[in-house]
């Protein structure tokens, strides 16, 4: 069985601003679709190919996907590809966001494993034939595909071992394909992988851990996009100026309280505590420690369930990106209440939220078409991290229309996606 993914339901746009008053000329705008690699390659075990989480995470006995499909075959854009690339330019854009299969270019995750050159190729020859199509490249190095090795050898991103890891595999994919594309996104919405993958268990890894488990992942692929950040910096930007005058950013962001909006940006949790907050200001909102640091201490633990960064994982964190990517969906409305010191994850934020059922809907529950949060959204983000290096490049918006595929959770549309830049001169990045 494939996975229906409605692709050409994706449309994204870039724009780049000259000030804040938005002005832009159509030929800044960048049009383009954003996929997954495990959304639109199959080709699951082909040409040397590792096994991924999701590979495995799919295959768990008619217990996790409720129809049993699987990304075994899917768009079959592995072979397909070059026919991919002409459905992108019958329609029109000239841009293209994809996702790099770690286990399909490192089968088993580390260097030490072996590099797949087919898996290698296949990468190089996408992003030539999208080039020789006018469409420029967009590469996403985690789009949650881990390799299965490294799960089950440590639990993956809940160990720092993965760390040394992940820098190995970006850096191989700065030096194969970084003097093409221009822009690098670390991680793709680790919101998503990590509360409902290791939270609330719908996604791979399966993991149902609320209290801490989410924490130390968060911990963690911040620390290793830092280092992947500071490789990308230090020995790829210089070197290829003309190109790689931008890196990457983890991208989230999605819910925002469209009426009296309080500041505290609770709802949005580890997108803006776990993520946003500590590669821009370099240390986690005070409020998110005192808040989980008296609640572990109410439930009689010793220490907060939150991790703390090292001065120096501060230091290489603080400025860690070129732009910031903006994934919007959809907004609830937050309200605040004190909820349980050992609830975990979902009570530490001391407030519930809902949607107001005048919002018109769409295929999945939780997408109410709310249009109003991207400017909300913007703006409390401008507010909040007053001019943040963040805003100096790229925000990126996702809004989604199409019925989902699964019950539990196999991500099927990445939509409609505008992105937003400013020029290179306000403020730096570093
Ligand atoms: C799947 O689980 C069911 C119920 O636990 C069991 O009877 C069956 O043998 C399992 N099938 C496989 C292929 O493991
Ligand atoms: C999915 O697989 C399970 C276990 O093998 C089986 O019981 C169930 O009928 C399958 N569901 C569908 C829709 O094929
Ligand atoms: C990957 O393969 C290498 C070489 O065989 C081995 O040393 C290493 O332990 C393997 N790593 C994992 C995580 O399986
Ligand atoms: C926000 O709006 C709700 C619903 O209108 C209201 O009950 C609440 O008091 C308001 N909160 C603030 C802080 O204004
Ligand atoms: C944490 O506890 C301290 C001391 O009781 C209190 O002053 C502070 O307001 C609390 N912070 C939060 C966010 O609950």
Same mark, same amino acid.
């Given at each position: ?11 994204? %746009? ?9 002005q832009c000329t159509a030929q800044e705008f960048i049009w ?13 075990? @082909? ?14 006995? =008619? ?13 079959? /854009? ?35 494993? =072996? ?76 919101? @998503? ?16 851990? %609320? ?60 997108? @803006? ?47 860690? /990106? ?8 959809? /907004? ?18 001391? %407030?519930?939220?809902? %949607? ?60 409609? /996606? ?13």
């Open positions: 069985m494939t996975l229906q993914m409605p692709l050409v339901a994706a449309i994204s %746009l870039t724009l780049l601003l000259t000030s804040m008053s938005r383009g679709t954003a996929t997954s690699s495990y959304q639109i390659e199959g080709a699951w075990d @082909v040409d040397g190919k590792g096994m991924s989480i999701w590979d495995e995470f799919v295959r768990r006995n =008619g217990t996790t996907i409720k129809d049993n499909s699987t990304g075994d075959i899917a768009c079959r /854009s592995y072979e397909k590809y070059k026919e991919d690339v002409q459905l992108l330019k019958q329609l029109g854009v000239n841009g293209y966001r994809f996702s790099i299969s770690w286990p399909r270019v490192l089968p088993n995750g580390t260097l030490a494993g =072996g590099i797949n050159e087919k898996g290698i190729q296949y990468y190089v020859n996408l992003v030539d034939e999208l080039l020789a199509n006018g469409i420029q490249p967009m590469a996403t190095l985690y789009h949650w595909d881990l390799p299965l090795t490294l799960q089950n050898e440590f639990e993956g991103w809940e160990s720092e071992q993965i760390i040394p890891h992940f820098v190995d595999y970006a850096k191989l994919m700065f030096e194969k394909l970084g003097d093409k594309v221009k822009w690098w996104i670390t991680f793709n919405e680790p919101w @998503v992988f990590n509360v409902v993958g290791n939270g609330e268990g719908r996604h791979a890894p399966g993991k149902k851990e %609320l209290k801490t488990t989410l924490y130390i992942v968060g911990h963690n692929l911040l620390r290793a996009h830092a280092k992947a950040y500071r490789i990308y910096e230090k020995d790829f930007k210089p070197r290829r100026a003309k190109l790689a005058s931008r890196s990457m950013a983890p991208t989230s962001c999605r819910r925002t309280r469209p009426a009296n909006w309080t500041r505290k940006p609770l709802r949005d949790g580890v997108h @803006v505590w776990l993520v946003l907050r500590p590669g821009v200001l370099r240390r986690l909102p005070e409020e998110m420690k005192t808040r989980i640091g008296n609640k572990s201490a109410a439930a009689g633990l010793p220490k907060s369930r939150l991790p703390e960064f090292t001065a120096d994982e501060k230091a290489e964190l603080k400025g860690s /990106s070129d732009f910031f990517g903006l994934n919007y969906y959809t /907004s609830s409305i937050a309200e605040h209440k004190i909820l349980s010191n050992d609830g975990g994850y979902y009570d530490d934020q001391d %407030l519930v939220s809902s %949607l107001d059922p005048s919002w018109p809907g769409s295929g999945s529950i939780w997408l109410k078409v709310t249009p109003f949060g991207i400017r909300e959204g913007i703006k409390w983000l401008s507010e909040r991290y007053d001019n943040p290096p963040l805003w100096s490049r790229r925000t990126e918006f996702l809004t989604m229309t199409g019925p989902p595929v699964t019950n539990t959770g196999l991500t099927s549309t990445e939509s409609t /996606s505008a992105t937003l830049r400013r020029p290179r001169t306000s403020s730096s990045a570093t």
